[in-house]
């Protein structure tokens, strides 16, 4: 399973890398980590379809749904159509 955002389309990154210390004085890899966004399945009753939805969002996408409302914000993600 992809773990991608539904609204933000966050997904996982490849972070890690060198020190300061360890670029300085010789090579000494610490390796790569794969990083993935806060996901969290949520139950969203949308008011204007009259249903429920379930979807995997971020954090991140949680705070735009409360800042323009879910109908808007599903419907800019495309995953609802227009009534």
Known sequence: MVKICAISKKSGMI??????????TKFNP?????K????????IFVPE????????????GMRTIKKNGIYKTLLK?????AK
Do not use: F
Request: proline share 2%; no cysteine.
């Open 15 to 24: 972070g890690g890398g060198y020190s300061n210390r360890t670029r300085a």
């Open 36 to 43: 993935y966004p806060n996901l969290q399945k949520k139950k």
């Open 77 to 81: 993600a495309g995953l609802v159509k």
């Open 30 to 34: 610490t390796g790569r980590v794969r």
């Open 49 to 60: 379809l009259n249903k429920s939805i379930n979807i995997e969002v971020s954090t991140r």
